[in-house]
């Protein structure tokens, strides 16, 4: 991997493109820690050393993928994830809405009207998200009520408070914005995709803060075995991120006038993660309904259902929470597998084009032979997604601290940063084969 960005670097227009990265990369994390107008940021610093930054509830994977903006209220605070709800949403609706199926089948000039759609989802959402998370500094919620002495929105400054907060909302939803074309951005003249760049630096810009936070609360040995898991973790994903079945395609020899095509053999790559991350975003957002939904009742006199459900369902150390989460994810791999693979469509494509796999016949046959093969890897890649998630809870279990909840040493943020990571290796890779080929003759 080190040899790869040492060649690109090498090569003037990768270097060019690298450079230009990690350009916007720190343009990104500037309007990370750029507070918002109305928001004091001292209060909010003495608040986070105050009760840190686990004890926010629902928002604490959020503010994982923010980078730690979100509780900060800064400029870019909602980060890429309106971008990735939205990319979400019009995903699954595709299914649903013929006209987007139909959008999807025509190339380019489809894709590209559906990336227009997601641009416009992505701004009602930040306008929603950014309204939802001022209402919550403003009441005190978003630290959970424990940080009351510390406004983050003050008062009485002179400015009507309408308009403070309609300040608040524009500057994020604007942020939010930006932060889509910074990513874009990244697409087009840079390496690596832009959106999966930027949410990899975010979660990496937290490494540093949560390992110190690990030795100075647990001491030196318990930091040295956190990072020998976290190199084994690392290590697995890395090797189950790469597994896939390649099922083997010939395609026969057709004569097109006086041209004879076909003859050539290929492969079908199935992962075994052929779900990606999805699934483990799913699982969380219906996992932390509960707790979102607690925070409607009495806080200071808990009945006994609401003592239940904080204890057995919120509580990321007991049982029933890391079965139910566990559970969920297995679910929606299968679910999301479903929906993003087709195995008829597949079948049929390859019939058209004079495709077959050897030994099963083209068609019907050709697609029950795929979903079985499909069914079976997926089986292996929800255990995997799910083993790997439910290991912050037992982080959680094992420092004793409810410091470590979410914090970047498992699960959603190792299984992110790895496959971007290979992604971003294998383009640089790639690019640098096109460029460096010299063909069999010299």
Same mark, same amino acid.
């Given at each position: ?11 003037p227009d990768?270097r060019k493109?690298?450079?230009?990265t990690v350009?916007?990369?720190a ?6 820690t750029?507070?918002?107008?109305g ?8 608040c986070?050393?105050?009760?840190g930054?686990?004890n ?6 959020l503010?994982?993928f923010s980078?730690?903006a979100?509780l900060?209220?800064?400029?870019f605070a909602l980060?890429?994830m ?7 949403i019009?995903?699954l609706l ?7 199926e139909?959008l999807?089948k ?8 559906i ?6 989802l ?13 209402a919550?500094?403003?009441?005190g ?10 406004p983050i929105?003050?008062?009485g400054t ?5 308009l403070?907060l ?20 990244i697409t ?5 995709? %832009?959106?999966?760049?930027l949410i !990899?630096? =975010?979660i990496?810009a937290? #490494? &540093?803060?949560?390992?110190?936070r690990?030795?100075t @609360?647990q001491?030196w040995?318990k ?13 697995a ?13 010939q395609?026969a020899?057709?004569?097109i006038?006086?041209?004879m ?6 492969y079908?790559?199935l992962?075994?993660?052929?779900? %990606?991350?999805?699934?483990v975003? !799913?699982? =969380?957002?219906?996992?932390? #309904? &509960? ?6 009742f009495? @806080?200071t006199?808990?009945g ?8 057995n369902?919120v ?5 029933l929470?890391?079965a139910?989460?566990f559970?969920?994810i297995?679910?929606?791999t ?7 693979f ?5 079948a ?8 077959f796999?050897?030994?099963?016949r083209?068609?019907?046959p ?9 069914s079976r ?11 790997v ?9 094992w ?23 290979l992604?971003?290796v ?11 080929y010299?063909?069999f003759?010299?």
């Amino acid at each position: 991997m080190l040899s790869a960005f040492l060649s690109a670097f090498r090569t003037p227009d990768l270097r060019k493109k690298l450079l230009f990265t990690v350009g916007i990369i720190a343009v990104y994390r500037l309007g990370a820690t750029l507070p918002s107008p109305g928001v004091s940021y001292g209060n909010v610093q003495k608040c986070l050393d105050t009760i840190g930054s686990a004890n926010t509830g629902v928002l604490n994977l959020l503010d994982l993928f923010s980078g730690g903006a979100l509780l900060q209220l800064s400029v870019f605070a909602l980060g890429i994830m309106p971008y990735i709800t939205a990319s979400i949403i019009l995903q699954l609706l595709t299914v649903v809405i013929p006209r987007l199926e139909q959008l999807r089948k025509e190339g380019q000039a489809g894709q590209a009207k559906i990336t227009q759609y997601t641009r416009y989802l992505t701004l009602g959402l930040g306008i929603l998200q950014s309204s939802v998370f001022v209402a919550l500094a403003r009441s005190g919620q978003l630290f959970n009520n424990q940080c009351d002495q510390f406004p983050i929105v003050p008062k009485g400054t002179g400015i009507p408070d309408w308009l403070t907060l309609t300040i608040l909302v524009m500057t994020m939803t604007a942020g939010t914005g930006v932060v889509m074309w910074l990513g874009e951005l990244i697409t087009d003249r840079g390496v690596g995709n %832009g959106m999966s760049v930027l949410i !990899f630096t =975010s979660i990496a810009a937290r #490494l &540093p803060s949560e390992g110190w936070r690990i030795k100075t @609360q647990q001491g030196w040995w318990k930091f040295f075995l956190v990072l020998a898991l976290v190199l084994v973790v690392i290590t697995a994903v890395t090797f189950i991120e790469q597994a896939q079945r390649r099922i083997p395609v010939q395609y026969a020899k057709r004569m097109i006038g006086r041209r004879m095509y076909g003859g050539t053999s290929t492969y079908i790559p199935l992962k075994v993660n052929q779900a %990606g991350v999805i699934p483990v975003i !799913f699982g =969380s957002s219906l996992l932390y #309904l &509960p707790q979102l939904a607690l925070q409607f009742f009495d @806080q200071t006199n808990p009945g006994k259902t609401q003592a239940w459900i904080q204890n057995n369902v919120v509580d990321p150390s007991s049982p029933l929470h890391i079965a139910i989460y566990f559970l969920l994810i297995i679910f929606f791999t299968y679910f999301y597998v479903s929906i993003t693979f087709n195995p008829t469509e597949v079948a049929d494509n390859m019939k058209k084009y004079g495709g077959f796999v050897p030994g099963i016949r083209p068609g019907k046959p050709t697609a029950d032979y795929l979903d079985f093969i499909l069914s079976r890897i997926t089986l292996p890649g929800a255990l995997y997604l799910g083993i790997v998630s439910i290991l912050p809870n037992f982080f959680f279990i094992w420092l004793n601290s409810e410091q470590f909840q979410n914090f970047p040493f498992g699960g959603t943020a190792v299984l992110i940063m790895v496959g971007v990571g290979l992604e971003t290796v294998k383009q640089i890779e790639s690019q640098l084969m096109q460029r460096n080929y010299e063909g069999f003759l010299r």
